[in-house]
């Protein structure tokens, strides 16, 4: 899209990133009588995220949606994400409650279907502006804030003002590097590679992880019928992956328990991926400054948290901010209550994860619950509502759950772990 003969270069707000975390934010915000300017460096409408686990937990569900998404995705072959996870103790399978409601779930789709999706989505807003093939280059301040954005476009170098200056431009952002907002980097001792395959069949048609301690893996069905496979290695087996990608990618997946049938599908394009994927924390507002998505806060791949918590930080910003970037209250207090929502929701799980991206095995409370959660269904659906992000750490690991793994975990004692692959998918107890 180019940019629109009537556009002037007052804004209410800029975003520069025109992905999920942009697209959620200007949408929820030109709803609200905003005007958005919401910039892409890239110039074609259909570019997409290439790295991605392309999963959307079920925190995301209502921002879906807010954004009026849910047909479309359903529509373009989404798959509703139901997942098994296997541990030494057994598979942990999430099954209802009996005559209870169904579980929450989000959507596993490629990228390369949602991002179009939703950047048309945004296009069509009233009160929104896709100008693509504009790269932010550079802030405007005065007085200490950040009131516009510099950026070079297909027609020259190009200056737009706003009350509001937003970074949705991933785990590199060039607005939060511009802005000099300093930046918390957390080592991940795991590396990543993912592929995708055709015809790969899963028992049941569901996704399911391996959680290998400290090795990581998963097997994810999209749209079209493609399966997302992804290996998550400890960083001591890289120079061996290095050395031969596809003989180390397959012979990995061929040693998990009950592991899908490569060698029957059909792999559709290269073996992608990561060796330094560092965990990001930043400090989500400074004066005429917001960071959402990745900007903000950039969490281990493993969890499949990046698309969920994209979409949710833009509706909070969206929803703290809009009356105030519209002029109609104080922008700084609104910037505080955002910074404050994305604290409080995301900081405790940002936290575990860093210390689980160190490559280590279970801590005893993790082997408490995961144990509890193989061995008894409320337990499997109470970790699956926090591996869905619909609870914080602290309501996960709260005295009574803690209590209740442990009876659980007690009339086990002495009973062996299982042999890889004793433990069918289907299984919810042992």
């Known amino acids: 899209m180019t940019e629109p003969e009537s556009a002037g270069d007052g804004y209410d707000v800029v975003i520069s990133g025109a992905s999920l975390a942009g697209c959620t934010a200007a949408i929820l915000l030109a709803r609200r009588g905003v005007r958005v300017a919401l910039l892409e460096r890239r110039s074609d409408p259909e570019a997409y995220k290439v790295l991605c686990t392309h999963s959307m937990t079920a925190n995301a569900a209502p921002v879906l949606d807010e954004l009026g998404l849910l047909p479309a995705l359903e529509k373009a072959g989404a798959v509703r994400n139901e997942a098994r996870w296997y541990t030494r103790w057994g598979w942990i399978h999430p099954r209802p409650a009996p005559a209870g409601p169904a579980l929450p779930y989000g959507y596993n789709v490629r990228r390369s279907t949602l991002d179009p999706l939703i950047r048309a989505r945004a296009a069509e807003t009233p009160g929104v502006d896709l100008l693509l093939g504009h790269q932010v280059t550079g802030l405007v301040t005065e007085a200490g804030r950040t009131v516009g954005v510099r950026a070079r476009t297909p027609r020259g170098e190009r200056e737009i003002r706003a009350r509001l200056v937003v970074g949705a431009d991933g785990k ?154 519209a002029g109609r209250g104080d922008l700084d207090r609104s910037l505080a209550a955002y910074a404050r929502t994305h604290r409080r929701r995301l900081r405790g799980h940002q936290t575990l994860a860093v210390d689980y991206a160190k490559a280590r095995p279970f801590n ?49 004692r002495g009973t062996p772990a299982p042999a890889a692959g004793a433990a069918a998918p289907g299984g919810g107890r042992r």
């Open 172 to 325: 590199d952002s060039a607005v939060a590097k511009l802005a000099g907002v300093p930046t918390r980097s957390h080592e991940n001792s795991r590396f990543g590679y993912i592929a995708y395959f055709r015809g790969l069949e899963l028992e049941g048609g569901l996704g399911r992880a391996w959680f290998l301690e400290p090795d990581m893996a998963y097997a994810f069905p999209n749209d079209d019928g493609v399966t997302v496979v992804a290996v998550l290695p400890d960083k001591k087996r890289l120079p061996a992956f290095r050395e031969d990608l596809e003989g180390s990618f397959r012979s990995f997946v061929r040693g998990l328990p009950e592991a899908p049938d490569l060698d029957s599908a059909e792999r559709i394009g290269k073996i992608i991926g990561t060796v330094d994927y560092p965990l990001l924390t930043r400090e989500p507002t400074a004066p005429g400054l917001a960071l959402i998505g990745d900007a903000a806060l950039t969490g281990d791949p493993l969890w499949g948290v990046g698309c969920g918590w994209a979409l949710e930080s833009g509706s909070w910003l969206a929803g703290a901010v809009a009356a105030a970037a």
């Open 364 to 412: 005893p409370v993790e082997r408490l619950m995961f144990a509890a959660a193989a061995r008894d269904e409320a337990m499997a659906r109470h970790m699956h509502h926090f591996g869905s992000r619909l609870m914080g750490p602290a309501r996960f690991m709260n005295p009574a759950a803690l209590a209740r793994a442990a009876v659980i975990n007690a009339r086990y």
